[in-house]
């Protein structure tokens, strides 16, 4: 038996003006699956609302369909679990969705399909609902009808450019897309996205308070203060879920310098790396996102675990400011710089 502590979305459009959430404990057999879960919840309390086909959520920030089994996820997940609409700004009713963008779509690329691919389209559900883009861009055309595209292409080589401009719209195509495997235990695409944007996307021109934003960078000066590292508040930036042990490792590092050590839910998250290039506008504001994100967790240092993403972000910081509209005052730097650095310091 596992005892799992759940915090449920509730929000019904005609009866509530904001959503909230209630919590429950629940000791489940191991083998049930989610959709037991989310009938557990309706049985407490009748106002829980799901749909009853092609069912999605979002538990701890991963979209899960209800056929995964509660062991699975509580062993990656842990015991401590958020329920969330797969996309919250188009909950109608808890967890039920306002679906009708999915085939919108698809008819970018109607023209171009028969019924099979059709139906590869709409096993893409789930993926379409899972893109971060959507919390940057409502109108966003999502991540799966970027993969039709991709499957159509390769079977229709004489339609690569229509179908590459159907999916190009300025305002809310494909460079919009940064592209991160939000699926729990689902596909990654990230080398087939990868592809198709090398097909389409192109670079954005520098415009001239981006050039006067440049100037301003080089006036700043991101320099350790080595003999005082004890007193300082250090988050860690890794880029990528699936990097735990990298964490855990330089979380040690941090401590054993002496100094503290804080943690922010975006530090696993892309913010701005691969559509920098294509889409600066998005890269600052989800850049500016991320290093609001680790001053407003306590940070006054981010460690950067990559070096190419302290170089992006310290070239770019000015204008990230600009672009939230406040000051983003943290020391960036290297993990190398910090592993260079004694172990004991005296203050």
Same mark, same amino acid.
């Given at each position: ?24 404990? &629940? ?19 009748? #106002?829980?609302?799901?749909?009853? #086909? ?7 920030? &991963? ?34 969705? #306002? ?35 959507? +919390? ?23 339609? +690569? ?8 719209? +300025? ?6 897309? /940064?592209?991160?495997?939000?699926? &729990? #235990? ?13 097909? @389409? ?54 401590? +054993?310098?002496?100094?503290? &050590? ?54 770019? @910081? ?5 672009? @939230?509209?406040?000051?983003? /005052? ?18």
């Amino acid at each position: 038996m596992l005892k799992l502590n759940i915090r449920a979305f509730f929000f019904n459009a005609q009866t509530d003006y904001l959503p909230y959430y209630k919590n429950f404990s &629940f000791k489940v057999e191991e083998s049930k699956t989610i959709l037991d879960i989310l009938n557990m919840i309706k049985e407490k309390n009748p #106002n829980f609302s799901f749909p009853q #086909n092609n069912t999605i959520l979002k538990i701890n920030e &991963f979209v899960v369909t209800t056929n995964e089994k509660i062991s699975t996820i509580a062993e990656k997940l842990g015991k401590e679990l958020q329920i969330d609409p797969a996309l919250a700004y188009r909950s109608n009713n808890g967890l039920i969705l #306002n679906d009708s963008d999915f085939m919108q779509s698809f008819e970018l690329l109607s023209e171009f399909t028969n019924d099979e691919d059709k139906a590869y389209y709409q096993s893409l559900y789930p993926l379409h609902y899972a893109s971060s883009s959507f +919390e940057y861009n409502h109108n966003y055309i999502g991540d799966a009808i970027l993969i039709l595209a991709s499957r159509l292409i390769e079977q229709q080589p004489e339609n +690569e450019y229509a179908i590459l401009n159907a999916i190009n719209d +300025e305002f809310n195509g494909i460079s919009y897309c /940064e592209y991160e495997n939000n699926l &729990f #235990n689902g596909q990654d695409h990230t080398e087939t996205i990868n592809t198709i944007k090398a097909k @389409v996307v192109k670079k954005a021109k520098v415009s001239l308070i981006d050039k006067l934003c440049n100037l301003a960078i080089k006036k700043r000066k991101y320099l350790l203060d080595r003999e005082r590292i004890n007193k300082h508040k250090i988050a860690i930036y890794i880029g990528n879920r699936d990097s735990s042990e990298l964490i855990n490792k330089t979380k040690k590092q941090v401590i +054993e310098k002496g100094a503290k &050590f804080i943690d922010f839910p975006m530090s696993v998250r892309l913010a701005g790396q691969s559509i920098i290039d294509s889409n600066p506008d998005l890269a600052h504001q989800k850049a500016g996102k991320m290093l609001l994100d680790a001053l407003d967790h306590g940070a006054d240092m981010l460690l950067f675990a990559k070096d190419e993403d302290l170089a992006l972000f310290s070239s770019i @910081v000015t204008k990230c400011e600009r672009v @939230v509209g406040r000051p983003i /005052e943290l020391q960036l730097f290297s993990l190398k710089t910090l592993q260079n650095l004694p172990t004991k310091v005296v203050a």
